[in-house]
C-alpha cells in the first residue's frame, strides 16, 4: 500500500459526459502528479501540482482540468468525453517534486462507452 | 519516434535466470527513473539514477551518461517479478517525465 488513495477504482460512462477522479496524497506529500495509462500511448504525464499550485504541464487535453485543494488532495474533470478517453488514470505523490520518489495511487480505470 | 526507447518489449525467462532490461534516450536527461508495473496494475518506482549505479535487492540498475542508456538487472530471477518494467526520463528544467512504452517480463518456474 502506497499510502495513496484514489477514487473511484472504476467508472463507466458514456460520451458527452463529465467526470470527476480524486486522489489523497501520502500523509506529508505536496506534490501530485496526474498521468493517464493507455493501451496505445502507454503512460503519459499529465499535470502536478505543488502546495495548491500547477507546477508542471504535460499532454494534458484542454477538456480536462485538475486543481489541488488546501488539504492538498486533487480533483481531475474530464468533460466531453470521448471513446478514445477509456484508460487508466494514475495519480502519485511526492515530498517535493523533481526527483523524490513518486509514491502511486491504485489507478481509476475509465471506460467511455 | 518515442524519446525513451525500451528493448526487449517482451521478455520471457526461467526462474533463476540473470535479467537486464535496457532503456535508452534520445537527449541529455537530468534523471533516469525505473517503475514496476505488476500484473494487477499497481506502478512501484524501483529507483532514481542521474549518473552511475544503485542496488536493492536482486536489482541493480546503472546508467550511462555519455551513451545516453541505462539498464535493469533482475539476479536470480522469480516468478514474482512478472510484471511491467517502464523506464522514464527527464530532463533539466522540467518536472515532466517521459515514459517509454514498458517490457513485459515474465519469469516462468
Known amino acids: 500500500d502506497s499510502g495513496v488513495t484514489q477514487t473511484p477504482k472504476h467508472l463507466i460512462t458514456a460520451t458527452g459526459q463529465r467526470v470527476t477522479l480524486r486522489c489523497s496524497p501520502r500523509?506529508?506529500?505536496?506534490?501530485v502528479y496526474w498521468y493517464q495509462q493507455s493501451l496505445d500511448q502507454g503512460l503519459q504525464f499529465l499535470i502536478q501540482?505543488?502546495?495548491?499550485?500547477?507546477?508542471a504541464k504535460g499532454n494534458i487535453l484542454e477538456r480536462f482540468s485538475a486543481q489541488q485543494f488546501p488539504d492538498l488532495h486533487s480533483e481531475l474533470n474530464l468533460s466531453s468525453l470521448e471513446l478514445g478517453d477509456s484508460a487508466l488514470y494514475f495519480c502519485?505523490?511526492?515530498?517535493?517534486?523533481?526527483?523524490?520518489?513518486?509514491?502511486f495511487g491504485p489507478g481509476t480505470r475509465l471506460t467511455v462507452l | 519516434k518515442n524519446e525513451v526507447e525500451q528493448s526487449p518489449q517482451n521478455l520471457t525467462a526461467q526462474e533463476g535466470e540473470f535479467i537486464t532490461i535496457n532503456c535508452s534516450y534520445s537527449?541529455?536527461?537530468?534523471?533516469l527513473h525505473w517503475l514496476q508495473q505488476h500484473p494487477g496494475g499497481g506502478i512501484v518506482s524501483l529507483f532514481m539514477?542521474?549518473?552511475g549505479k544503485k542496488k536493492h535487492g536482486r536489482l541493480i540498475a546503472t546508467i550511462n551518461i555519455q551513451e545516453k542508456h541505462s539498464s535493469l538487472h533482475i539476479t536470480a530471477s522469480h516468478p514474482r517479478d512478472s510484471a511491467v518494467y517502464i523506464c522514464?526520463?527527464?530532463?533539466?528544467?522540467?518536472?515532466?517525465?517521459?515514459f517509454g512504452k514498458g517490457m513485459k517480463l515474465t519469469v516462468n518456474p
Open positions: 501540482y505543488y502546495n495548491g499550485e500547477e507546477r
Open positions: 539514477l542521474s549518473s
Open positions: 522514464a526520463v527527464r530532463w533539466g528544467g522540467s518536472e515532466k517525465l517521459v
Open positions: 500523509s506529508g506529500d505536496l506534490s
Open positions: 502519485a505523490s511526492s515530498v517535493w517534486g523533481g526527483d523524490d520518489t513518486q509514491y
Open positions: 537527449v541529455g536527461i537530468s534523471a
